[in-house]
C-alpha cells in the first residue's frame, strides 16, 4: 500500500468528511426504521415502539460524541495500548460465562452476552471484536514480514483469535465467534499472510465448526432448515415475503405487517427485511448502496493511510462493517442459515451502535492525519524511533 506523501493534506480530507455524512444517515434511517418495525412491540415498562427508537438515540449520541473524541485524537495512541485493550476485553467476555456471575450477566434468550451494569447492558463481544482489530494491526505492524511465516508469523494470531472465539463461543454466539474470526483473519492477510495458510487453516476451521454445529443440536437444525429452502423455516419464508411485497417504494412507513409476530426482532435481526417491505427496492437500493460507499471510503483510507499500522487498522474497521453489513442481508433474503447478526449502525442494540461509532471515529482519525507527521514517539512505518 502506498501512502499519500506527494498529496496535499487538504486533498485527503473529503473521505473524512463523506464518511461521516454516510455513517450520520445510515444511523438516522435508522432510528427511524427501528421506529416503524417496532411500532406494535410492547416494552417492559409497556410504551409501544417508541421505547425501542429512544434506546437507540440514546446509543447514537453517545455514539456520536465518542466518535467525534476519538477521530480528533491520534490513532497511533492505540498501537501501545492494544495488548490492554484486548486484555480488557477478554475479561469482559470471561465475566459473561463465569457460573457465579449471573447477577451481572444474566442469561437473555438463552446466551449470557451482556454485562448488566445499572441500567447499561454492554454487550461484551462487541468490545471484543473492537479489540481484535486493534490487536491484530499492532502484531502485523510489528511482525512486519514475519507474517509470511507459519510458526513465527501466523501461530500468535492464531492463538488469540482461537482463544478470544473460545470464548465468544461460550456464551454461546457462535456468528459473532466466526465474525471475530474472519475480520481478523482479513487484517493478516492485508499484512501479506500466504494464501496457502488460511486455505489449509480454512479447511481445518470449517471442520471445527462442523463440530460445533453437531454439538448443539438447534445449530443442526438451522443448517437443515437453509437447506430445505425458506419453507424450512418460517422466519426466513415471512422475510422474504416481507422483502417482496414492498414492491418499488414500500408499503409506507410503519405499515408493514411482518412485523405483527410474523419475522421475530424486526428491528433488529431482520430490520433488512423491514426496509425491504417498508421502503422498498428503492429504501433497499439506498442501504446497499450507502455500506458500498462506506466500505469504498474506508479501503480509500486504507490505502492511503501514513503507516502499516493505520493501513491495517483502516482495513479492519471497513472490513468488520462491510462483512457484517452483507452476512445480516444474505440471512434476510435466505442466502444463509440465520446468525442473529444486527445490520450495522441500523439494527437496535446500543453496544453495538456505540463501538461501530467508534470505530468510525478511528477511521476518521487515520484519514485526518494523512499528510501530517508522526509523533516523535512513533516512525512513519508506526515502528519506534
Request: hydrophobic share 50%; net charge positive.
Amino acid at each position: 500500500m502506498s501512502g499519500p506523501a506527494l498529496r496535499h493534506p487538504g486533498e485527503l480530507r473529503w473521505e473524512t468528511r463523506l464518511l461521516a455524512v454516510v455513517t450520520a444517515t445510515l444511523v438516522v434511517f435508522g432510528i427511524a426504521t427501528i421506529y416503524g418495525a417496532s411500532g406494535l412491540v410492547p416494552s417492559g415498562h409497556g410504551v409501544v415502539g417508541s421505547s425501542y427508537s429512544l434506546s437507540q438515540l440514546i446509543g447514537a449520541l453517545v455514539g456520536g460524541l465518542l466518535m467525534a473524541l476519538v477521530a480528533r485524537l491520534d490513532y497511533r495512541l492505540l498501537r501501545p495500548l492494544a495488548w490492554p485493550i484486548m486484555l480488557g476485553s477478554l475479561l469482559l467476555v470471561v465475566v459473561t460465562i463465569l457460573p457465579f456471575t449471573h447477577s451481572i450477566a444474566p442469561r437473555i434468550n438463552g446466551a449470557r452476552r451482556w454485562i448488566r451494569l445499572g441500567p447499561v447492558m454492554l454487550q461484551a463481544s462487541e468490545v471484543a471484536r473492537l479489540a481484535v482489530i486493534i490487536w491484530c494491526a499492532m502484531l502485523a505492524t510489528k511482525k512486519g514480514d514475519q507474517v509470511r511465516e507459519f510458526k513465527r508469523g501466523m501461530v500468535p494470531f492464531l492463538v488469540m483469535l482461537g482463544f478470544t472465539s473460545l470464548l465468544v463461543l461460550m456464551q454461546p454466539n457462535m456468528s459473532m465467534a466466526v465474525l471475530i474470526t474472519l475480520v481478523g483473519g482479513i487484517v493478516v492477510f492485508a499484512a501479506g499472510a500466504k494464501i496457502g495458510h488460511f486455505l489449509l487453516l480454512g479447511v481445518g476451521g470449517l471442520i471445527g465448526a462442523l463440530q460445533l454445529i453437531q454439538v448443539a443440536g438447534y445449530r443442526a437444525d438451522r443448517i437443515n432448515k437453509f437447506l430445505n429452502g425458506a419453507e424450512g423455516m418460517s422466519q426466513i419464508h415471512q422475510s422474504l415475503v416481507g422483502v417482496g411485497s414492498g414492491g418499488l417504494f414500500g408499503v409506507g412507513f410503519g405499515q408493514g405487517q411482518q412485523k405483527m409476530g410474523f419475522v421475530p426482532y424486526a428491528y433488529s435481526d431482520f430490520i433488512f427485511s423491514a426496509i425491504g417491505e417498508e421502503w422498498g427496492f428503492v429504501g433497499v437500493t439506498m442501504i446497499v448502496v450507502l455500506f458500498g460507499i462506506f466500505c469504498w471510503l474506508g479501503f480509500r483510507i486504507a490505502r492511503t493511510a501514513e503507516d502499516s499500522f493505520g493501513q491495517y487498522l483502516a482495513t479492519g474497521l471497513t472490513a468488520a462493517v462491510g462483512v457484517t453489513a452483507l452476512m445480516h442481508m444474505a440471512v434476510s433474503l435466505n442466502l444463509m442459515p440465520t446468525t442473529g447478526l444486527t445490520l450495522p449502525f441500523v439494527s437496535h442494540g446500543r453496544s453495538s451502535l456505540v463501538m461501530s461509532l467508534i470505530g468510525v471515529g478511528i477511521l476518521i482519525s487515520i484519514g485526518r492525519q494523512r499528510g501530517r507527521p508522526a509523533p516523535r514517539s512513533a516512525a512513519p512505518d508506526g515502528s519506534s524511533r
